[in-house]
């Protein structure tokens, strides 16, 4: 999470980083970010949930899976 948040933030410019699930969609509810990245583990919440907690409190947002 480190990394990749550093080499976005060096080409991106602002860049929020959450330790896990549960401060991801506070981040995300506060923030309204324009791209969500998220692992499918993390600690309290994984990714999918999140996907479906986001989804669940914003119907305007879309999401496109992408596999790595």
Do not use: F, H, W, Y
Request: cysteine-free; overall charge neutral; charged content about 40%.
């Amino acid at each position: 999470r480190d990394n990749i948040s550093r080499i976005l933030r060096r080409r991106l410019g602002d860049i929020k980083s959450a330790e896990d699930g549960l401060k991801g969609l506070g981040l995300v509810l506060q923030e309204k970010p324009d791209i969500i990245i998220t692992d499918i583990e993390m600690p309290n919440m994984d990714g999918i949930k999140l996907v479906a907690e986001i989804r669940k409190t914003d119907k305007e947002i879309s999401s496109k899976p992408v596999d790595s």
